[in-house]
Every structure is written in C-alpha cells, then in structure tokens.
C-alpha cells in the first residue's frame, strides 16, 4: 500500500466508524481495523478526526463570462480554493455563447482547465440558443463524459431561453441520459421590474433583491417542473434560494415528477438587509436569485435537513469588488452577478453539524454524495469504498478559525463571511492518493486536476 491513513473516524453519507483506509496508486484499496504499512507506506494519522470523501462542488463559474467582464479565479487559483476548503472535484459550467456548437465550447473549457486544475474537473454544457445543430449536438455529449446542461429562464436579452427551447431540452436531454439544470427565475418579470425601479432613480444594490422576488424564482421553477412532468424528463433546479421555490419542488415531487434541487451556501446565511450595507457595499451580495428576507435561510436548512433538497453547492461565480461589481456604481443591474464561495462550502455548510441542525452523514451527503450520485460520478467520487478514487478530506471537527479573506485562496478581494467564527475544517486534503493541501496549504501542483468523464443519469 502507498498511503494508509489511520486512527480516523471514516464518515461516508450512511456510516460513521472507526477504520484505517488504504490506499494504492489512486484508489482505496482497504477499509479496515489496525492496517499494517509496508516498507514505504506514507501514513497519515487521522486519530481524533473525521475521515470524508472529497467534496464535490456540482455549480462553479471558474474562467466564465459574465456581464461584459470575466469570473476572476481561473482553473488555478479557483481550484486551490476549492482543495483548500475540502473540494476535491468540481463541475464547471461552459457557457455557450451564440452561434458556437457545444464541441467547440467544451474544447475551449478544456483547453482552459488543463494544466492548471489542481483538482479534478467536470463539465455543464448550456445552451443559450436551441439551433438544429445544437440540438443534434445533444445526442452526442454523454460520449464527451458530459451529462448535464443548464438552461438559463432569466436574465432576458442575453442567455434566457423561451419555453419551447427548455421543453425540446427537456425532450433530447433526457433520451440521451443527459439532465438538465435549469436557472429558474422568470426572466421577462424581473427585467420588468428593473426597468420600472431604475425608472424611479432607484440604482443601489439593494432593489437587485426587489427586483427579484420569490414569487419570481416560484414561477419558473413550477413551470420548469411541469414542463419536466409532461416531457417524463428529470430536472435539476440550480440555486434554490426560497422557501416559495421549493414548495414548488416539493409539490412537483409528490406528484411523481423528478425534480431535484440544491441550494447554496450563501442562501444559508444572509439576508436582503446585507445587499443594504452602507455604501455600495451591498454589490458584494449581488448574486442571483438574491438573499432574501431573514425568515428564509432558516427554512433553507431545513430544507436541505429534510432531503427536500438534495445538495449544496457554492454557485462560485467570482468578481472582484474593485474593478469588476464596481461596473455597477449607479445602476445595480450592471452589477456582476455572483459572489465567490468555493473554499468556504463545506466549512460553513459543516456549521449546521455543530448547530444540530444536519447530522453528520448528511452532511456528507450534501457536499459530497449526492452530486456525485446526480452528476454520474459515483461511486469513484463521493465516497469512501473500495474501489473509490482516493480523494479524502482530514477533517477536524474541533479547529476553531476566524474566516477573513487574508487566509483563503480565490482571486477576488472579499468573502461575504468575513469575520465568522466557525468550528471544523479541513486539515489535510487527498487527491487520488497525493496529499495536495497540508495545513489549510496548497502543496500540489498545477496540472494535477484531471478531467472526469461521467455517467448518464440514472437515478
Ligand atoms: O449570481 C449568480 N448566480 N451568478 C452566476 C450565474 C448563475 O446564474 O448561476
Ligand atoms: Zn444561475
Ligand atoms: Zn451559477
């Protein structure tokens, strides 16, 4: 064996138990009491710790496009964070612009991602314009390891796509296995709102959040589940925010239709008052849909508690408060949507442990086995089994940190959660059997990341 780590409490989305994990080249080749290491063998001792599989992280904007400017972690810095924070696999999303063909958006994401990754990667496709030959291009992406699309139902005059684009990706995604992921907010009523708001001189931050209310999120997720009901097609609702949304799901679910749903970090912990802090620091909360009010991140954790919704991901979309949300001084619609997250997800969503508002196991669920499981990565991710990629997070449950920008990785100038005193967090982080952070430190290398074809949808 080339690695055992030892003395850990292994916790996968099922089993908590005391067990010494060995590993060869990249896989986990035994879980068992007292393994002996060879002459060689590196060991970890993880006594005192919990032993996870490696987060994976199904929604982030690493090197995207995004309202006349760029995400500002590209596959280096963005994946550095995210191995830091216990992120071991991330899915990307390779925003199509008009007029390209799926193929050559991928090979651009690729090209972009390697060399640089230092975690391992995966691709969203997204189609902002249905062509014949878009379409036809759908058949052929679970044979290019890629799954899953997402449609966009808001920001009107740019990525938005109308009801028939979304039921005939409904209809050819879900006959090749591949599932697709929908931005549900309707977009014609928001972009009808924001012109009547800036047409009152109402500019700052703040109306991004009146711009958009729940209703607006409830419309299009019900209508986007009922597309996928008469279609017999499966959807994925990206970045819940509201209790109204995931009503919705919960009442699309009870008739049968297969709507899954996750929210995000960020939609765990704040509320509209933050997009109201003084000056224009409120852009730094401008991310779509918007925090809302403070009744809401409560009903999030428990619909995350209660398995109405399945995962939670970061929806890292990273612009710097200096040079790029500052696009938007005057008129909060010009405001890069999207704030960074990738390095905190797991130690933030891990706060819900200590509050006893998740259990452990599905805590793990939610960062690590269900993406895998819906993403068609599992089980060589998402777990700890025999035969699994060797991707584990040394987890200390009783570190204590304060969360301040200084000590992440990203490319970008500020954490919404600066400030935060949190407890648990990751020690040590294993990719395929290497050790890439030591210490909350990178000590891996560029390039190390590899991309990850997956399976067509299956559950
Ligand atoms: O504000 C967000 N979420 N920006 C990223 C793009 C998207 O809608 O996912
Ligand atoms: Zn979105
Ligand atoms: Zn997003």
New binding site residues.
Partial sequence: MDLIVKHGTVVTASDTFSADVGVRGEKIVQIAQALEPGSGTRVIDAAGKYVLPGGVDPHT?LDSP?QGTVTADDYLTGTIAAACGGTTTIVNFCFQEKGKGLREILDHYHHRAEGKAVVDYSFHSMIADLTDQVAAEIDTLPDQGVTSIKL?MAYRGSLMVDDRTLARTLDRASRNGVLVMV?AENGDAADLLQQRLLAEGKTEPKYHATSRPPRVEAEATARAAALAEVIGAPVYC??VSCAEAVEEIARARARGVRVLGETCTHYLYFSEEDLDRPGFEGAKWV??PPPRQKHQPPLMWRAIASGALQAVAS?H?PFKFTGQKDLGLGDFTRIP??APGIEERLMLTYQGVNDGRLTLNRFVELVATAPARIFGLYPRKGTIAVGSDADLVIWDPDLELRVTQSALHHNVDYTLYEGMTIRGAPQTVILRGQVIVEQRQHVGQPGSGRFVPRQRFSI
């Fill in positions: 904007h995004g966009f931005h990206v970045h991310y779509t929806d979309c949507n999207g």
